[in-house]
């Protein structure tokens, strides 16, 4: 079976500071990996995805994230935070192997607040 | 395009009575997926199809039927609903080749 952990509920930053959201999967086969994110009362948006090739992946709104399969991590990066980034963040990883349907398991969500 | 859309945005139901959640997309995507959020448990997987006329279960499909009779639609059906289905549900889509799900805006619902 796959899972996603995310052990931080809140994340607390200061504008401005870098920003990280940490997220570790486990799957028995190699992972596609993604980061949503949700913001009050909205569904979820997609930011980045993690399927092949380069370990840093860069996507929306200026975030990126690294893939690390030796410690089964993909943390969720942004160098400098805004406050407009507070808002409900997932990690998802799908199993490679299920070619089929959208079985994608998602961690319980890490809530980021920046302050200003 | 509207994107995913997803009507009622809120519903307030009595145990037992039943109703269906719309869900429709205008993006000709081929997959579709209904998922459930509550606190701290992220987002699960109830239903979903990878096509009109095919469905299949996700983690936790108890309590919920569905059906795709057409590429755009992809209704939910709470045959009887009791408190432990309250919670905010998601419909989301993606097109065959590419990774990364489009969700709808969620309906709130309440089960008292």
């Known amino acids: 079976a796959q899972s996603v952990a995310q052990p931080e509920d809140q994340v607390n930053v200061a504008e401005g500071n870098p920003l990280t959201v940490k997220c570790t999967y486990s799957v028995s086969g190699n992972p596609y990996l993604f980061w949503y994110v949700q913001y009050p009362n909205r569904g979820l948006q997609f930011l980045l995805k993690y399927i092949t090739g380069d370990n840093l992946v860069k996507g929306s709104y200026g975030f990126e994230a690294e893939f690390n399969k030796s410690q089964t991590s993909f943390h969720l990066k942004k160098p400098s935070a805004l406050v407009s980034d507070s808002a409900l963040y997932f990690c998802a990883v799908r199993d490679i192997k299920r070619a089929a349907g959208n079985k994608l398991t998602f961690g319980g969500g890490t809530r980021v607040l920046v302050k200003p | 395009n509207a994107g995913v859309t997803q009507t009622p945005k809120f519903q307030v139901l009595k145990t037992g009575q039943s109703m269906t959640l719309q869900c429709a997309q205008d993006?000709?995507?081929?997959?579709m997926s209904w998922y459930r959020q509550d606190p701290g448990m992220g987002l699960r997987l109830i239903h979903y199809?990878?096509?009109?006329?095919?469905?299949d279960q996700g983690e936790v499909p108890n309590g919920y039927n569905v059906s795709r009779s057409t590429t755009e639609d992809f209704p939910l059906r709470l045959l009887s609903a009791a408190p432990s289905q309250t919670s905010v549900y998601f419909c989301?889509?993606?097109?065959?080749?590419?990774?990364?799900?489009?969700f709808g805006p969620g309906t709130r619902l309440t089960v008292t």
């Open positions: 199809s990878v096509g009109a006329g095919i469905t």
């Open positions: 993006m000709n995507h081929e997959y």
């Open positions: 989301a889509s993606r097109p065959t080749g590419l990774y990364e799900q489009y």
